[in-house]
């Protein structure tokens, strides 16, 4: 069974794309996608203020 593909438009997502290789002996070589989407909220400096 197929999996579907992600519903994005990769020219509308801004994000890190991460590439994973898993190699075994029982399987072939398998490269996994990974898109971490980059969101543009202030998130950070909360986690400063809870540290402080």
């Known amino acids: 069974?197929?999996?579907e593909?992600?519903?994005y438009d990769p020219e509308k997502v801004e994000g890190v794309?991460?590439?994973?290789t898993i190699?075994?002996?029982n399987t072939d070589e398998n490269d996994f996608?990974?898109?971490v989407p980059i969101q543009e909220?202030?998130?950070e400096?909360?986690?400063?203020?809870e540290k402080g």
């Open 1 to 3: 069974m197929e999996r």
């Open 5 to 7: 593909k992600g519903h």
């Open 17 to 20: 794309l991460l590439r994973i």
């Open 23 to 25: 190699t075994s002996c």
């Open 33 to 35: 996608w990974i898109l």
């Open 41 to 43: 909220d202030e998130q």
């Open 45 to 49: 400096e909360d986690e400063n203020d």
